[in-house]
């Protein structure tokens, strides 16, 4: 205390050097989890005691999960048991020990809140009837759009934001499935953020991960960073949060648009591009499995074995999107990015996104479209609206609508099938 006070620092100056130098002592430890995640509770493993056989956890981790084979590094499967390192060089006594079950007869049942297809009771009529479907339109939008740089304005033309545009297909969605029978909630209904937190809040973990990314800390980083890790990071947990322990639903569709770099939002660059693709929970690398919590959430996404069930949903979707729109695939060309789910569906990828790895019931995560290209940004301008205009030389329906019914048509093939 009498070294700061002969430094005569200001209180706010030493709590920032308190917090780097607590920084700095951790730093130095091999366990390591990303901004804003808590510390896993590896003992709740254990309900997946005896789920899986030594064969498939094996297949799941190198066709679907870390297909670059470096699970290998960290996981050793025998054919009683896993064994886990929680972290890189954890001693062997914090290793998890995962009891496998020793034949596919003997698997004891996956523990899950959601209702598989064969679990529900259609009724005449309402093909999606006993399902209950949470939407998550992707982003915030409105006054956020711009901070989240979601946003592009050509002259005075009507902005494109890809969180509004979200939320209005959302809605149209939403009313769709309730008419199939679905009960059906939002992770928002109004455009805006749904975590409490704000930028400033963040400062302390923002100043964390620029030192871990070793960039230079300036005021504008600093606030970049904190911006960034309000609505990519803070956002979507708080989301995940409210689905996993609230809403506990059968099924969530993530409802996003594409897009191709643009440039500058005032002068943004126009394309003639449109694509469509779905992205999975997969493909982790290992930079980003030296996180103690992506181990974990990893794992419990292999072991709630979701993957099947998701590739054959977002199969149905993208069929029905096809049918309706005639959309390309978007291809990703660097696997450490990417992989493709499905030998047969072009549209399907496996990625590990945050809202995927995080939301334990199955989740349909749809990428279309691409906000930018030149046909797609005349269909903005003219909003939402019934029946079909004049876009070109083509008589369209409302891009928000297209979207929805496709969405729509995609998930009661799925469930009637
Ligand atoms: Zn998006």
């Known amino acids: 205390m009498k070294f700061f006070s002969a430094l005569r620092l200001p209180p706010s100056v030493f709590c920032l050097f308190l917090f780097l130098c607590s920084f700095f002592q951790t730093a130095g430890l091999a366990q390591q989890l990303t901004p804003l995640a808590a510390k896993p509770h590896w003992e709740n493993l254990q309900q997946y005691a005896e789920t899986i056989t030594a064969e498939k956890l094996t297949k799941d981790l190198q066709e679907i999960y870390v297909p670059d084979g470096s699970w290998n590094n960290w996981i ?246 096809v049918a309706d729109t005639g959309l390309p695939p978007f291809t990703y060309h660097n696997p450490a990015k990417a992989r493709p789910a499905s030998p047969d569906n072009p549209y399907l990828w496996n990625r590990n996104l945050l809202a995927t790895r995080l939301i334990k019931a199955p989740v349909v995560y749809c990428e279309a479209y691409v906000m930018n290209d030149r046909e797609i940004f005349q269909r903005v301008q003219l909003g939402d609206y019934k029946g079909k205009l004049q876009v070109g030389n083509k008589c369209l329906p409302s891009l928000y609508r297209e979207y929805a019914n496709a969405v729509a048509k995609g998930i009661t093939n799925y469930y009637q099938n």
């Open 76 to 321: 050793t499967i025998t054919p009683q048991e896993a064994v886990i390192q929680p972290y890189p060089e954890a001693p062997s006594e914090k290793n998890i020990h995962l009891p496998l079950a020793a034949s596919e007869a003997d698997c004891k049942k996956v523990p899950r809140y959601w209702k598989r297809k064969s679990e529900r009771d259609p009724l005449p009529g309402k093909p999606l009837a006993g399902l209950k479907i949470v939407l998550d339109p992707g982003h915030l939008g409105g006054e956020w759009a711009k901070m989240e740089e979601r946003w592009f304005q050509i002259g005075k033309s009507k902005p494109v934001e890809e969180g509004t545009m979200a939320l209005i297909t959302a809605k149209i969605l939403a009313r769709r499935l309730e008419a199939l029978g679905a009960e059906v909630d939002m992770t928002h209904h109004e455009l805006g953020p749904t975590t409490s937190l704000r930028p400033p809040q963040l400062r302390a973990v923002a100043l964390q991960q620029l030192k871990k990314e070793k960039v230079k800390c300036t005021p504008y980083r600093l606030k970049k960073m904190e911006e960034a890790l309000f609505y990519r990071v803070a956002e979507i947990h708080h989301r995940a949060d409210w689905i996993n322990k609230v809403a506990k639903p059968d099924l969530v569709i993530c409802m996003h648009y594409d897009a191709e770099e643009w440039g500058s939002a005032k002068h943004p660059k126009l394309f003639d591009e449109e694509r469509l693709h779905f992205l999975i929970s997969g493909d982790f690398t290992p930079g980003e499995l030296v996180n103690e919590d992506v181990r974990y959430t990893m794992l419990c996404k292999l072991l709630g074995r979701t993957h099947r069930q998701v590739v054959l949903m977002s199969d149905a979707v993208a069929k029905a999107f």
